[in-house]
């Protein structure tokens, strides 16, 4: 994000609501769309199924996420999320597409970014959030019960995935990082640590995060057990 559309975004939340979008899956569901509609010609010859990686239609169909980003730009939305949110080498691991996770989260960026300022006027901008999801796996907990030990990812694993993907969104031009629907603290204290450490590597001060959390059940808490009050307190040291 530059200085300027840090400034523009502050001066509108300064000033009235601005509305995030709502999601993407269900509405690419709606387009009914084949196993060659997710593979295209890029993709041509995989042995794994594709259809169902929706992350993987910024490239083989940008035109079906440009008219999804459209149809809430035209409700009213002022902030789009990228199509990106397993976009990472973990959760792209299922489907054998590590290596394009890069070129995953520049289309996906470059696709809302495009609509974005197509429907932007000046007295309504409209701002793009890089959507980074919690990935399939947890560091805070062991998928076997006979080993409470045992990690499927490290930290470090985490912090890696997450960077690749930060460095595809920021390049597409995101003005925003959204680290959403998260159920464990120290999968986003990766996702934070990777965040800043890019933004500080490209000496950029200024650029807004969020982060949303999954309540799992009437207790109140996460998955990994914390209440929100104490997931807001680990991610802010």
């Known amino acids: 994000m530059t200085p ?17 979008d709502g999601a993407m899956g269900s509405l ?16 041509v010859g995989v042995t794994l199924q594709m259809k169902g990686n929706n992350d993987i239609l910024n490239i083989t ?4 996420i440009k008219e999804i980003h459209s149809r809430y730009l035209e409700a009213g939305c002022d902030i789009i999320e990228t199509n990106t949110f397993n976009g990472t080498s973990i959760s792209q691991a ?31 901008p409209r701002f793009v959030a890089g959507s980074m999801g919690p990935t399939n796996k947890t560091a805070s907990m062991s998928p076997d019960v006979n080993n409470p030990g045992f990690r499927e990812v ?3 694993d985490m912090v890696n995935a997450y960077t690749e993907q930060v460095r595809g969104l920021l390049d597409g031009g995101v003005d925003i990082f959204l680290v959403e629907t998260c159920f464990d603290t120290i999968n986003i204290k990766a996702a934070l640590y990777a965040i800043n450490q890019e933004l500080e590597k490209r000496d950029i ?14 207790s109140g808490r ?7 009050e104490a997931l807001l307190y680990s991610v802010s040291h």
Not at 5 to 20: D, G, H, M
Not at 28 to 37: K, T, V
Not at 205 to 218: E, G, L, Q, W
Request: proline share 3%.
């Open 154 to 156: 490290t930290f470090d």
């Open 61 to 64: 169909k940008p035109q079906v």
């Open 4 to 20: 300027s559309r840090y400034t523009l975004l502050q001066s509108q939340l300064q000033n009235r609501v601005l509305l995030l």
């Open 205 to 218: 001060d200024k650029c807004p995060i969020m982060v949303s959390a999954t309540i799992a059940d009437k």
């Open 28 to 43: 690419i569901q709606q387009y009914n769309l084949s196993e060659e509609d997710f593979t295209g010609d890029k993709f």
């Open 94 to 124: 299922d489907y054998n597409t590590q290596k394009y996770v890069y070129e995953i989260n520049f289309n996906g960026a470059k696709n809302a970014r495009e609509t974005a300022d197509k429907y932007s006027t000046p007295e309504k």
């Open 222 to 228: 996460t998955l990994a057990g914390q209440t929100v």
